[in-house]
C-alpha cells in the first residue's frame, strides 16, 4: 500500500502548536460529539498535540481512543494534555493514515480533523479509514478550504499570503481547498451514506484577532511553512516579512473579522 508523498506544510513549530492547542471537541468537532457513547472505541488519525484527544475521551470513557500521528515528536506533546487531564483511556502510536496498521473493522469512530488537506492521496486515506471502522460505525472528517477564507478590512498583503499559502501547499501534494472536496473525496472512496455539513471559526473580539494575527505573522516568518516557501521558490525571505506586517496590520485593526470555512462528514460505514 502507498505511503504519504505530501509534505506536511506547517510544521510543528510554536506557532502551529498554539493553534492546535486552542482546538477543543466543541470548537472543532461539535458535528461529531452528539454521535459518541460511552464505550465506544475511537481512533483519532492526526492527532496533534491531542486537545481534542483528550476531549473525545473524556466523552467515550470507559472506552478508549487510540491516537496516532505521522510525526512521533508531537505525540509527546499528546501524552503531557492527556496526563494533565488524569485520562487513562488513551494510547498512542505512530501512524501513517495511507497504511493503518491496524486490523479490519477495529473502531466505531474514525475521526480526523485538518488531516485530508496535507496528505498525498486522501481517497485512499479515506478507504483505509473506512476498513479499521466497524459496520455501523462513522467516519468523521473536517476540513478547513482556504480558498473560502474571508476577512475584513482589506490588507492587501493578505490576497498575497492566501495565494502563496495555497501554491506552497500543492507544490508539497496537499490540497488547501480540501473543504469543498471531502464529499466527493468520500464518494469515491466508496462511502455511500454521508452526512455533510459546513462550520466556521470566527476571529473578531481584540484578544481574538491578537492571537490569529500573531500566530500567522510567526508561522509566515518562522515555521516549517516559511521554510518550504523559501526553499521551494515560492517566496523571499523579504516577502515574508511584508506579509507577517500584513498580519499584524489586520489584528490591530479595530472592526477586523477573519472567518475560517470547513467541510465535514459523517460516513457511516455499511
Known amino acids: 500500500m502507498p505511503k504519504e508523498t ?6 510543528h513549530h ?3 502548536l498554539r493553534s492546535h492547542r486552542w482546538r477543543t471537541a466543541a470548537n472543532s468537532a461539535a458535528y461529531l460529539v452528539p454521535e459518541l457513547r460511552p464505550g465506544d472505541e475511537v481512533l483519532d488519525v492526526g492527532c496533534g498535540p491531542g486537545t481534542i484527544t483528550a476531549d473525545l475521551a473524556a466523552l467515550v470513557a470507559p472506552g478508549t481512543v487510540t491516537a496516532v500521528d505521522a510525526a512521533a515528536d508531537v505525540l509527546d506533546r499528546a501524552r503531557e494534555v492527556v496526563a494533565a487531564r488524569a485520562l487513562l483511556n488513551v494510547r498512542f502510536a505512530v501512524a501513517d493514515v495511507h497504511a493503518l496498521d491496524f486490523p479490519d473493522d477495529s473502531f466505531d469512530v474514525v475521526h480526523a480533523h485538518q488531516v485530508l488537506q496535507h496528505v498525498g492521496d486522501p481517497v485512499l486515506a479515506l ?3 473506512r476498513r479499521v471502522c466497524r459496520p455501523g460505525g462513522i467516519v468523521a472528517v473536517r476540513d478547513s478550504d482556504y480558498g473560502a477564507f474571508a476577512w475584513y478590512p482589506e490588507v492587501p498583503v493578505l490576497d498575497d499570503w492566501l495565494a502563496l499559502y495555497r501554491r506552497v501547499a ?18 469515491r472512496a466508496g462511502f455511500t451514506e454521508v452526512t455533510a455539513t459546513a462550520s466556521a471559526w470566527c476571529f473578531v473580539t481584540p484578544r481574538e484577532r ?8 510567526d508561522r509566515t516568518t518562522a515555521s516549517a511553512y516559511a521554510a518550504l516557501a523559501v526553499e521551494g521558490g515560492h517566496a523571499q525571505p523579504g516577502h515574508l516579512a511584508d506579509i507577517a506586517a500584513g498580519w499584524h496590520e489586520w489584528g490591530r485593526q479595530d472592526d477586523g473579522w477573519f472567518m475560517v470555512p470547513h467541510g465535514e462528514l459523517l460516513c457511516r460505514v455499511r
Request: charged fraction near 25%; hydrophobic fraction near 35%.
Open 210 to 217: 491578537e492571537w490569529w494575527s500573531g500566530l500567522w505573522a
Open 14 to 16: 510554536e506557532s502551529v
Open 6 to 11: 505530501a509534505v506536511y506544510t506547517h510544521g
Open 170 to 187: 500543492r507544490a508539497n501534494g496537499g490540497e488547501p481547498d480540501a473543504g469543498r472536496r471531502l464529499y466527493s473525496w468520500a464518494r
Open 127 to 129: 478507504r483505509e479509514m
